[in-house]
């Protein structure tokens, strides 16, 4: 298996940008393909974001795209999310998730999750 510890999350203005990164330790990190997920107050975790084993592929929210790049480091066991032109509707805990398998936006469908980050956008 593989643990996940998220960081980088904290306050930033809307409009700004904010990087989060996720250190994976345990089986080998290329062995899984890596998302993002996020979930604000009273609401239910939602997609953000994933990247392919290799970091070929990714796949992304409509909400983010565009503002929103997912990137991953095999060599440091690392996945980040990379978050510009931040708004307050991106106020919300972020989490990183692994799965062995294919790109997918779903939450049930990964296995491996870290304790979440926060990041609040004010207004």
């Known amino acids: 298996q593989v643990q996940l510890v998220e960081s980088g999350g904290g306050l930033v203005q809307t409009g700004g940008s904010l990087g989060l990164s996720c250190a994976a330790s345990?089986?080998?990190?290329?062995?899984?393909?890596m998302g993002w997920f996020r979930q604000a107050p009273g609401k239910e975790r939602e997609f953000v974001a994933a990247?392919?084993?290799?970091?070929?592929?990714?796949l992304y929210a409509d909400s983010v795209k565009g503002r929103f790049t997912i990137s991953r480091d095999n060599a440091k066991n690392t996945a980040y999310l990379q978050m510009s032109s931040l708004q307050p509707e991106d106020t919300a805990v972020y989490y990183c998730?692994?799965?062995?398998?294919?790109?997918?936006?779903?939450?049930?469908?990964?296995?491996?999750w870290g304790q979440g980050t926060q990041v609040i956008v004010s207004s």
């Open positions: 990247i392919s084993r290799g970091g070929g592929s990714t």
């Open positions: 345990g089986r080998t990190f290329s062995d899984y393909t």
């Open positions: 998730a692994a799965r062995i398998g294919l790109l997918h936006s779903s939450s049930y469908k990964y296995d491996y």
